[in-house]
């Protein structure tokens, strides 16, 4: 397959060196080279299998307006722009093309939201999220506390679940859910060692959407990757 990455950071870049091992042919671009999606052009994207994202949450909205527009497949790790989620899904199943999306593509993290989501049926529990990045980091808190967020309160609306974000260093990601009742406290964890987990998550979406139309948050599909 050959896949399009968009965003030479330290995630897309690795990302970019997964897909390689795997056997896929690379083209990358930077926010620079591609500046306001200028080089999403139909042919541009001719025999490209998918697209992936990881750059900002501006960038991310033009460059998946762009390719949704054309028809083309977008697997997007970029976070902070669900504000459009309702656009980007209508776009990609009436262009025909096809839209993956998460706030994190951690094999590790996907089981963290279905313990988390055991866990938030605790009655008689007050529940926390911490979450600790790298400094530049654009979004606080994180997509991925904002989902956990989002499942404990699905699981208990109305709850105040507050979340607490750090920015430190060169920190690769660690979230933590706190349950705290009068008696104990119980802690859910993960803490990623490097990005190579969130980069293969990534290419395994991509291979997965190739060929495919529709919209996807990654929950719905991982047990296919």
Do not use: C
Request: no cysteine.
């Amino acid at each position: 397959m050959l896949f399009l990455i968009l965003g030479k950071g330290k995630t897309g870049s690795l990302v970019a060196k997964v897909a390689r091992e795997r056997g896929h042919g690379v083209r990358a671009l930077d926010i620079a080279e591609n500046e306001h999606a200028s080089a999403l052009t139909a042919p541009s994207l001719a025999g490209i299998d998918a697209v992936i994202d990881f750059t900002a949450p501006e960038a991310a909205i033009e460059n998946m307006r762009a390719v949704l527009a054309l028809g083309g497949r977008i697997v997007v790790g970029t976070t902070g722009w669900y504000g459009h989620l309702d656009e980007m899904r209508a776009l990609a199943i009436r262009r025909h093309g096809a839209l993956l999306y998460a706030t994190n593509f951690s094999v590790g993290v996907q089981k963290l939201f279905r313990l988390t989501g055991e866990l938030a049926h605790l009655d008689g529990y007050r529940f926390s999220i911490t979450e600790t990045h790298h400094t530049s980091k654009l979004d606080a808190p994180s997509g991925t506390a904002l989902t956990l967020q989002a499942i404990i309160h699905s699981a208990q609306p109305g709850i105040d679940v507050p979340i607490a974000s750090h920015r430190v260093g060169d920190a690769k990601g660690e979230h933590v859910v706190t349950a705290t009742s009068d008696h104990d406290v119980l802690e859910l964890r993960h803490d990623a060692s490097s990005r190579r987990g969130f980069a293969l998550g990534a290419v395994r979406a991509a291979e997965w959407i190739a060929g495919k139309s529709g919209a996807w948050e990654l929950s719905e599909v991982f047990a296919d990757l």
